[in-house]
């Protein structure tokens, strides 16, 4: 389906576009209880009127890694991240927003591969993404039903792990969503990386984590799925963690902080 960049059928809420001829009257997504519709009700936008005012600012954290995010910040103002690696790059979380500039600078990176997103709440305008760069959309089965803008580039996979390139893998670790995943870069950094989205979400201080149900309505995980988190988590190498938000960014010293912070939650159950 073809759609006009006139139409408002992107959320101003979570950002997540909708690829249909009508949207809802209250976007799904932000009707779950891990979000929250906006506070004066639902509003839509169209790209258009994003891409009067918006651009896509790139920081480079690593000589590998980059992360991306829409200025002025728009809906959950999440990053996204670039990483580059030898055997193709991949785009990690995705933006609501994406111009001929940003295009043309990643091109000049070596394209993209392939888009892996974190949870549903970044979906966003993937279709968009996946187009300008051909390459397929990996998203975890586990949350098909969340997907509002279905296309051919979007490729679901299953289970624990999917392994890309380059010793890089998708870390399945639920919790926040039933699909919720990682990204873990053991060759990338002093001694390894993961990207977390906010599957694990690092605190402003830096100096601990948190593992939600809901962030913005501050619902807990149960036990279990701590648990489970710490079982997939635990095994990998990495001491860097970079998270969906402009503090959530460790060089070192992250797999100490995971671990205390693991520690903590399980104690108070």
Known sequence: MILSPSAKNICYTCGVRYGTSIVPH????????????GFTGQVWTSYNELAAKSTIRFSRLQSTIYDLRITPAFAIAQKAHLVLSSSGNILWDCLPFIDDQTIAF????????????????????????????????????????????????????????????????????GGHFPGSTILHL????????????????????????????????????????IEFIYERVHPLHFDAMYGAFEWMNLAEGARVIFEKSISRYLSIY
């Open 186 to 225: 053991p060759d990338h950094g002093r001694a390894g990386c993961l990207l977390t989205g906010d599957s694990i979400y690092v605190a402003p201080s830096r100096r601990h984590m948190a593992f939600m149900y809901s962030y913005p309505n501050h619902i807990p995980l149960p036990k279990k799925d």
């Open 106 to 173: 990643i091109r000049s990176l070596g394209g993209i591969r392939a888009i892996a997103i974190s949870h549903p709440h970044y979906y966003s305008l993937m279709q968009d993404w996946a187009t300008a760069f051909d390459c397929p959309i990996y998203l975890h089965a586990t949350d098909k039903e969340w997907i509002k803008d279905p296309g051919g580039y979007i490729e679901l996979w299953s289970g624990g792990s999917k392994t890309l390139w380059d010793n890089i893998s998708i870390i399945h670790v």
């Open 26 to 37: 209250i976007c799904e997504i932000c009707a779950d209880d891990r979000q929250y519709p």
